[in-house]
């Protein structure tokens, strides 16, 4: 299985009631893409500190070949190119579990 996690700072002029919607958006657009598992997105907790990101995407693959292929995905290809729009900061990671 593999982690991908997409953690996030957005640009000043998104407010909060606008980052709401979008992860609401953004969940339901990627569950719509083959091979994605457990997605979800949580708020930075700054309960031991500043958070470096104000908040993070999360979901499960079953192999890489699966994560490749959300990558390729039309779907997601469209939701990258959108992400300069509201992203001021984006950090990408994956891991094998």
């Known amino acids: 299985?593999?982690?991908?996690?997409?953690?996030?700072?957005?640009?000043?002029?998104?407010?909060?009631?606008?980052?709401?919607?979008?992860?609401?958006?953004?969940?339901?657009?990627?569950?719509?893409?083959?091979?994605?598992?457990?997605?979800f997105i949580g708020q930075a907790s700054e309960a031991g500190g500043k958070a470096r990101y104000a908040a993070a995407l999360f979901m499960d693959f079953d192999s890489e070949t699966t994560l490749k292929g959300y990558f390729e995905h039309p779907v997601h290809k469209t939701a990258e190119?959108?992400?300069?729009?509201?992203?001021?900061?984006?950090?990408?990671?994956?891991?094998?579990y």
Do not use: D, W
């Not at 997409?6 to 958006?25: C, D, I, R, S």
């Not at 190119?81 to 994956?94: G, H, I, K, L």
């Open 1 to 39: 299985m593999l982690k991908h996690i997409v953690m996030v700072n957005f640009k000043a002029e998104v407010g909060q009631h606008e980052q709401g919607e979008l992860a609401k958006k953004v969940v339901e657009t990627v569950k719509q893409i083959p091979g994605t598992k457990n997605v």
């Open 81 to 96: 190119a959108q992400m300069a729009s509201v992203f001021r900061e984006v950090f990408v990671s994956n891991y094998l």
